[in-house]
T-cell receptor
Framework: ETGVTQTPRHLVMGMTNKKSLKCEQHLGHNAMYWYKQSAKKPLELMFVYNFKEQTENNSVPSRFSPECPNSSHLFLHLHTLQPEDSALYLC??????????????FGEGSRLTVL | GQQVMQIPQYQHVQEGEDFTTYCNSSTTLSNIQWYKQRPGGHPVFLIQLVKSGEVKKQKRLTFQFGEAKKNSSLHITATQTTDVGTYFCAGPILSGTYKYIFGTGTRLKVLA
């Protein structure tokens, strides 16, 4: 139990489907992140939110749409994905603001397969 | 853009042997963190180094931060099968954002 919960743990979707990944943190943190981890690439930062405000969009395609309704919840809305989007999507949170000196707490990830 | 590279990419060792992974950043890091990801698991924080030249130890693990704050290393003494996993370094860029750049990772396999 990391204090960061992700659902679903596994998701299979077609290219025309619309689905969402959910992340919830119980640590009282103010910053939340989405990372993508695929077999051939290191952890890729996708989005960063601080106090519900998006502070970073790392050139992510618009078929990925994040939403952060409050500091404890983070969503990643998925639509018209491509097979190459199949990966492990990791949510993380951290406490520190400013230059981000706090450790990241990761959820267990959502394994996405796009057919 | 900023890159963080790790070497080696893979390392197989016999149980009891030592292991070292090296992390090199293309830019200066304000601090560096190390994470471990077990097979099928998620990254778990190990340690953070902040000061130039800093050395920290956790039991059999020794972490170093380079004098120029652009490189770091993780050394494991007398590896055990429980050390299996991928080790990542990560550092925030100095842009004032919350952007952690992760290294490419070193996958360690320990043979019993």
């Amino acid at each position: 139990e990391t204090g960061v919960t992700q659902t679903p743990r596994h998701l299979v979707m077609g290219m025309t489907n619309k689905k969402s990944l959910k992340c919830e943190q119980h640590l009282g943190h103010n910053a939340m992140y989405w990372y993508k981890q695929s077999a051939k690439k290191p952890l890729e930062l996708m989005f960063v939110y601080n106090f519900k405000e998006q502070t970073e969009n790392n050139s992510v395609p618009s078929r990925f749409s994040p939403e952060c309704p409050n500091s404890s919840h983070l969503f990643l809305h998925l639509h018209t994905l491509q097979p190459e989007d199949s990966a492990l999507y990791l949510c993380a949170s951290s406490q520190e603001l400013g230059l981000a000196t706090g450790e990241l707490f990761f959820g267990e990830g959502s394994r996405l397969t796009v057919l | 853009g900023q890159q963080v590279m790790q070497i080696p990419q893979y390392q197989h060792v016999q149980e009891g042997e030592d292991f070292t992974t090296y992390c090199n950043s293309s830019t200066t890091l304000s601090n560096i963190q190390w994470y471990k990801q077990r097979p099928g698991g998620h990254p778990v924080f190990l340690i953070q180094l902040v000061k130039s030249g800093e050395v920290k130890k956790q039991k059999r693990l020794t972490f170093q931060f380079g004098e120029a704050k652009k490189n770091s290393s993780l050394h494991i003494t007398a590896t055990q099968t429980t050390d299996v996993g991928t080790y990542f370094c990560a550092g925030p860029i100095l842009s004032g954002t919350y952007k952690y750049i992760f290294g490419t990772g070193t996958r360690l396999k320990v043979l019993a």
